[in-house]
């Protein structure tokens, strides 16, 4: 099936995609939204610019967009809409795995929209499925945290066996439940690596508080 892939540049959207790939789907486009100001990403807070090179290095073509609050269920069905009238696309790769609430969402969207919602991930057990992204080669950073779960001293830390066993009990070892979020920045689909040079925790209180990883630097 030719589908698009939604990309936060995170490990859940990555690994979907290789994942939707491996089971013979084409993926000729990746979508990533942005904020109002199309400066960072929608759910990362990532710098735009940076989710543009990730995809140039997975060798994927993305096309970003403004989203705004207000309207982003519309704004998601044009979009969806446009590329399936003018490149045949006709499922949507989603790397959700278990909350009901946003795959029911999702489901009515893509419904709507008569597109196919694929989720390679759903269901999976977390800590088997964040094992077999490491052990994948998937190399995988923090850039963002729950400040009531987690401190700024996990910004920036690797996603391996070890952060999982440091991982308290009460925190899905995916980051779910938007416990923290992450950057991919080498693996399998890439031609080679992101190196972050230079990076500051900074504090933003918009949708709770959270600690995020501000780049200024990578190459």
């Given at each position: 099936m030719k589908a698009a892939g939604l990309w936060s540049g995170g490990k859940d959207s990555c690994f979907a995609c290789y994942k939707a790939m491996s089971l013979g789907h084409e993926i000729p486009i990746l979508f990533n939204f942005t904020n109002p100001e199309n400066?960072?990403?929608?759910?990362?807070?990532?710098?735009?610019?940076?989710?543009?090179?990730?995809?140039?290095?997975?060798?994927?073509?993305?096309?970003?967009?403004?989203?705004?609050?207000?309207?982003?269920?519309?704004?998601?069905?044009?979009?969806?809409?446009?590329?399936?009238?003018?490149?045949?696309?006709e499922g949507i790769v989603f790397g959700d795995i278990y909350l009901k609430e946003h795959k029911d969402w999702i489901d009515e969207v893509c419904r709507e929209a008569d597109v196919k919602p694929i989720f390679p991930l759903w269901g999976r057990d977390t800590k088997e499925l964040i094992l077999e992204i490491v052990d994948s080669g998937f190399e995988t950073i923090v850039v963002a945290v729950n400040a009531d779960l987690l401190n700024k001293e996990w910004l920036g830390c690797n996603i391996n066996k070890k952060f999982i066993e440091e991982l308290k009990p009460e925190i899905d070892p995916c980051g779910e439940k938007g416990e923290f979020h992450t950057l991919v920045v080498n693996g399998p689909i890439f031609r080679r690596a992101i190196k972050i040079l230079e990076a500051q925790p900074v504090i933003k209180e918009s949708f709770g508080k959270h600690w995020f990883l501000d780049i200024k630097k990578y190459e």
């Open positions: 400066k960072n990403s929608l759910s990362h807070g990532l710098p735009a610019g940076l989710i543009r090179r990730q995809a140039e290095l997975a060798g994927i073509p993305i096309v970003q967009k403004a989203m705004p609050g207000e309207t982003y269920r519309e704004e998601f069905k044009v979009l969806i809409s446009a590329w399936k009238e003018d490149e045949g696309i």
